[in-house]
Structures are given as C-alpha cells and as structure tokens.
C-alpha cells in the first residue's frame, strides 16, 4: 500500500486536523473507511497485542489489499491534532462530518465512505453518523457504547471508577507520554477523570455525547459481543433498537476475544468485509437476504441462529421469586433460595445486609487460605438444579422491595451458573481444598443506586420500604441441565470479583433489608426461550 502521512483537513471552525491515508496499489479511486480515536495515529506502528490495546483499526493492510482506502486521524486535541480534547464533545462530532466530507473530494476516492475500528473508533462513529454527513454511505460499529454515562462510566448511577483511571492513563495520557521514544507529541491536556467527577448526574453536557441514533439514516451493522457488560453490550443492543431504517442489521457474539478476532482475516471475510462490499462497492452478496438478526447463545456452541428481531417475542418473560428459604447451594450470608412460586405469606422478616463486613477482606470478598470466596459475604438466592437446559435471551429486570436506614445505597447484581458438579468430584475438591467454592460462571450484571431510582435522583427515606426496578443487562445463554441459576445482591463489589473496570463502593456503612413476603414480592424477571 502507498502511504501519505500528516494530511491536514481543516475543520469547519479553522481547527487543523491530521490524518494519514492508506492507498491500495494500483489506479483509483477507492471508496473509503475513516476511523479516528484519541489513541495517536502515530503509534500504529505498535502491534495489535493486549499489551497495546489502544491499537484498534484492524488491519489496514487488510483492507487496502481489498481495494479500500484508509484514513486514520487524531482526534481534536490529541496526537498531531490542533485543538481541544472534550471527551466525545460536539467539536470532535463536527470534525468526523469535516473529515467525511474532505474524504469525498480527495481524488483517489469514489465518494463512497464507511467508517472502521472498535471500542472509541465506533463510538466515534455513532456519534458521526447522527450528523449525517452527505457521503457516510453506511456504518458498521463494533463494540461501541452510545451513551456514555449509563454505558461506560456511571452504571446507574454507580461510578466505573476503574474504567476511567485504566482508560484515560493507559490509553490516552501514558501511551503518550511514558511509553514512547522519544515521547511523542499531543498528549491528552484534559483531566477526564475530573470532567466526569464533576457531573455525577445526567445533564446536557453527557446528553451531548450521547448519539442521538433516531437521526442516523444510513444502513448499519452493528456487531456486539456478550462478555462486554459494562462498557459497550448495552450501547449496541439499544442502538440498533432505536435505529429506525430498514437496512439494520445486529450480529452477537459470544466468547471474549473480539479484539483478536478483529484482526483475524477469516473473521473479517465472514462478518466484516461483505457488509462494505455490498455498500461501498455495490456487490450483491447476500449480505440484507434472511432475518436481520443472528446471534451466538453462550454456553451453547459455536452456531450463530437467526431470529427476525431484537429482543425476541417469542421469549417469556418469567418471574423467578426471591425466597429466604435455605438453598443448599454456597456459602453465603443468607444460601436463599430463587424459586417459581409466588410468596403466598409473611416469610418472618426481611434479609438483612450491613456494610461493612468485618469478613470482608478485599471490597466485598473474603479469601480464606489465599482462595477467593466471592459469595461469602453478599446475598444470593439460587434456584434448584435445573431440571433441563434452560435458555435466557433478551432483556432482564430485577424488581426489588427493599429499605435501608441511609439516605442512599448501592445495589450490586449478578446472575451466574453455578455448575453442577458430580458428588465425586466435589468430594475430591475438598479434600484438596476444603474451602474451594462451586464452580460457577458470571452470566450478566446490573447496577442501581437507590437514589437514582428516578430522574432527577431523589434521597431515600430511611426506614421505608421502596419498589426499585433495576435493569440487569440483556444476555443470551443455556444454563445447563442440573446446573443452578443464582442471583447475588450486594450494596458493593470486590475488584476481586468485579473486574476490570470495578466499581467506586463507596465509604459506606449501614443496613440494607430486602423484603420477599406476599406484599413485597421480590423477583428477577427472566426471558426465558423454549
């Protein structure tokens, strides 16, 4: 491919912007995919490897071995970049129109313009394409959130306090800084852990980067996976709800190697490249024939299945009751049980939960003998093993009666598979280690703090029983025959047990009750698919 490094674009308010463009061999024009990100187009030379995960184009030589052009840009205020750093700000939106719009005039170009890249690249062009530039032909996001506070950094409310300090130290400021030679210039001047700090709530700064998706009018293919909660899944899967066009398309994958796949040229053949063709190049490739949505069930093989929509009718959404019953299932403060049968009297009282625990020993977490013990210091309800496989796919809410004698608190969900295991089996893992926990598998989560049960967020009355609804985020996944599902409850988490990007708990203390009698039904409402 022939290179042309440092093209400058001027912005429609006199910002220069800096680009390098990608040509395949041979005469032109091409049509062409854009892709922008605050990740310095100057470190592509690094290679696609965890250690630099900020390298998200995929392959160019890829793609201009496929007859496209290129173009990679700096963001406004980062790499070579005039101007200021606003975080997904309305600047930084106008200047993807610009950029689209110079593309179309190039003469090595046909005018006909998609976007490329995950994670920031696609919420870039969320954001592009709800400008709606004459030549953005069509949009194919990967991984990419639409709304940045409720998608990224405030999950009901619930600071990702560990999303913003991975993400604006390793990928936009030491990236940057400490970690090339020399050190390279444009660096990220904003202070984004405080920009956000500063807005706990939703407001119109955070509406503004937030894609308004209803104004898209191109085709678009939106591809999501599974494991991202937390960060992109919820993006993308409203995203595509509120699409209004026809030419939609949705691809869910399971597994969590989407970054690898990305780069892969088999993947790309299969998922990636057909959608441009057919859009760019005009080849009719089968690419808008059969039912517009296909998705990977988890746990379930590798077989994509086609359903004509997002989320599907045909799953029923079926109450799972929360009970104090003991479960028989793990080690935790309460072993409750998660069961069909609606509470039918007074159960003796509601589940107590303080904070903090003096067993807890990192967040919410116990480790005994250097083992983990996740559950051991949170709620759990757990169904009985399941008497065949069990599929849910689609949306999932958790309405919870419960009080606390605060102003405010947190709730922490999870769902997980605790596996069934034979008699022994377990009975050997013990022996080894007596304080292993069940094999199991984090399914989906959900977040709420109390006070954002409405808009704007209101304190709690302490002492009064609320209704709370709190949306756990969609998934799709077989729970298998004799395998348990079981819901876990905290007012926090542990990074242990919370991941990457872990939650900001809090210097909390208190007691929490959740109520599950006949006037407080308690329930996860679970679409269930048969």
Request: hydrophobic letters at 35%; charged letters at 20%.
């Amino acid at each position: 491919m022939r290179t042309i490094k440092n093209e400058c674009i001027t912005a429609s308010d006199g910002t220069r912007l800096y680009a390098d463009v990608y040509l395949p061999d041979g005469e032109g024009p091409f049509p062409a995919l854009y892709a922008v990100a605050p990740y310095q187009k100057d470190l592509l030379y690094l290679p696609p490897v965890s250690v630099f995960r900020f390298i998200e184009t995929g392959p160019l030589d890829y793609w201009t071995g496929h007859g496209y052009a290129v173009v990679v840009g700096d963001q406004r205020g980062t790499g070579r970049s005039e101007g200021e750093f606003e975080l997904f700000g309305p600047a930084e939106q106008r200047d993807c129109y610009d950029t689209i719009e110079w593309i179309a005039t190039q003469p090595w170009s046909t005018g006909k313009i998609s976007m490329a890249g995950e994670s920031a690249y696609s919420v870039n062009q969320w954001l592009a394409a709800a400008q709606r530039p004459p030549h953005l032909t069509c949009a194919l996001i990967y991984n990419g959130f639409t709304d940045l506070y409720h998608d990224a950094v405030y999950h009901g409310g619930v600071y990702s306090m560990n999303f913003l300090a991975f993400w604006s130290t390793e990928h936009l400021r030491a990236a940057a800084t400490l970690g090339a030679t020399p050190p390279r210039p444009g660096g990220i001047a904003a202070d984004v852990i405080g920009m956000t700090l500063d807005r706990p709530v939703f407001d119109d700064w955070w509406d503004q980067r937030a894609a308004k998706v209803e104004d898209i009018d191109i085709p678009v293919l939106n591809v999501a996976w599974w494991y991202s909660i937390g960060l992109h899944l919820h993006g993308q899967l409203d995203g595509y709800e509120r699409l209004s066009g026809a030419d939609k398309r949705l691809v869910v994958l399971a597994g969590t190697d989407s970054h690898e796949r990305y780069y892969q040229p088999e993947f790309l053949d299969t998922y990636i490249r057909p959608w441009y063709d057919h859009w760019l190049k005009g080849i009719d490739n089968g690419v808008m024939d059969g039912p517009p949505v296909r998705l990977q069930i988890g746990n379930a093989g590798s077989r994509l299945r086609e359903e004509p929509e997002w989320p599907l009718q045909r799953a029923v959404p079926t109450p799972f009751y929360l009970s104090p019953e003991p479960a028989g299932a793990v080690r935790s403060l309460n072993d409750g049980s998660l069961t069909t049968a609606l509470p039918t009297r007074a159960t003796g009282g509601p589940t107590a939960y303080d904070f903090p625990n003096p067993e807890w020993t990192v967040g919410t977490t116990v480790i005994v003998d250097g083992i983990p013990q996740p559950t051991s210091g949170i709620l759990t309800f757990t169904t009985p093993p399941l008497e065949r496989d069990t599929e849910v796919t689609g949306k999932i809410t958790l309405v919870l009666y419960a009080e606390t004698d605060q102003s405010d608190t947190d709730f922490h969900v999870k769902i997980s598979e605790q596996k069934a295991v034979p008699k022994l089996k377990e009975a050997v893992m013990r022996r080894v280690a007596k304080n292993v926990p069940p094999p199991s598998a984090m399914v989906t989560r959900g977040w709420l703090k109390a006070s954002h049960r409405t808009q704007p967020p209101q304190p709690v009355e302490p002492g009064t029983v609320v209704r709370y609804e709190i949306e756990v985020w969609p998934t799709s996944y077989l729970f298998r025959k004799g395998s348990r599902i079981r819901l876990e409850i905290a007012n926090g988490d542990s990074p242990v047990a919370d991941g990457l990007f872990h939650h900001y708990y809090g210097h909390q203390v208190g007691r929490d009750l959740i109520h599950h009698d006949a006037d407080h039904p308690s329930h996860i409402i679970l679409p269930l698919v048969h």
